[in-house]
């Protein structure tokens, strides 16, 4: 059975950094891409960044140049680091892998593609 668990998550001042990890076990990792999502009160839950599974990355327009998504396939973990926090950047932060094995192409913004959640970890920002 595929359990996945996100952990980092802790309420900061705008302008810190955080990192988020993924702990990912029971299920294949290597060969398939791995998204955090993020869930803001009152909005629905939105993309944010992929690492497919030859590392390719891809982000939300939103996240400028601020946040990192990285992977490593040895210990099945996926991080997001995250540097100059808004607070518009508070919200529930979700990891999500994909149900497409080997998939070499762009799209990873669906909810649709991914099978596998955790059930987040809570990032807040104040100004």
């Known amino acids: 059975q595929a359990h996945v668990r996100e952990y980092g998550g802790a309420p900061v001042q705008a302008g810190s950094s955080l990192k988020l990890a993924c702990a990912v076990s029971?299920?294949?990792?290597?060969?398939?891409?791995w998204t955090w999502f993020r869930q803001a009160p009152g909005k629905e839950r939105e993309f944010v960044a992929a690492i497919n599974w030859v590392e390719r990355t891809y982000y939300a327009d939103f996240v400028q140049g601020r946040f990192t998504i990285s992977r490593n396939n040895p210990q099945e973990l996926v991080y997001l680091e995250m540097d100059n926090l808004k607070p518009e950047d508070t919200a529930v932060y979700f990891c999500?892998?994909?149900?497409?094995?080997?998939?070499?192409?762009?799209?990873?913004?669906?909810?649709?593609?991914?099978?596998?959640w955790g059930q987040g970890t809570q990032v807040t920002v104040s100004s």
């Open positions: 999500a892998g994909d149900r497409r094995r080997l998939y070499g192409g762009d799209n990873y913004s669906s909810q649709d593609f991914y099978d596998t």
């Open positions: 029971g299920r294949s990792f290597s060969q398939f891409a």
